[in-house]
């Protein structure tokens, strides 16, 4: 793994699993003399480092216990994408192939977004997921969408997908505005 995808991955992580894993590194931090050869820890660090790490890692917990959770938007979950006019486009991320964009689609059932599907436009694989209107849209797009997904946004998918065509695993936008 690189560190521009490093990078990537902190920057989309949701800010109480950041807090949660920086919590635990502090405590760890309490327990050791000497990290990897290049973090050395001493007894006056040693004696701060629990108690920030504990306060770390409970606000990290609080802050994922009390995050709501997301109303539920029906929409079909789909492995071989349908194609329709209808409807707006959450537009999640994008990959430069399609087994990265599937790899992303994975990543997105994972954190709770099981009806997301491919669709290839301007030479790159986005991962999007279509609702019915652009208030459905909005709602997932604060809802699930940016929490995992910082740039991820919104676009009716008449105008974001023109002419499209059905594959075996996306859709392809045949033309673009």
């Known amino acids: 793994m690189d560190i521009e995808n490093l990078i990537t ?11 949660i894993l920086a919590g635990l590194f502090f405590i760890l931090l309490g327990f050791v003399s000497r990290l990897g050869g290049f973090i050395e820890v001493s007894t006056d660090q040693k004696k701060l480092a629990i108690p920030i790490g504990l306060m770390v890692l409970s606000i990290g917990l609080v802050i994922f216990n009390s995050t709501e959770r997301p109303s539920q938007i029906s929409v079909a ?11 707006w486009a959450v537009i999640l991320s994008s990959a430069k192939n399609l087994n990265a964009a599937k790899n992303e689609i994975d990543m997105a059932a994972k954190q709770g977004i099981n009806n997301a599907s491919i669709y290839f436009r ?3 694989y986005a991962s999007i997921v279509v609702v019915g ?10 809802a699930k969408a940016k929490k995992n ?3 991820s946004y919104i676009a009716p998918i008449s105008t974001w ?17």
Do not use: V
């Open 133 to 142: 209107n652009e208030s459905n849209a909005t709602e997932y797009l604060e």
């Open 149 to 151: 997904y910082q740039r």
């Open 122 to 124: 301007n030479g790159f």
């Open 9 to 19: 991955k902190i920057q989309d992580a949701p800010i109480p699993t950041i807090l």
């Open 161 to 177: 997908c023109q002419n499209m065509q059905k594959h075996e695993d996306f859709i392809e936008c045949l033309s673009t505005p």
């Open 77 to 87: 979950p789909s492995k071989s994408p349908a194609i329709s006019n209808d409807g």
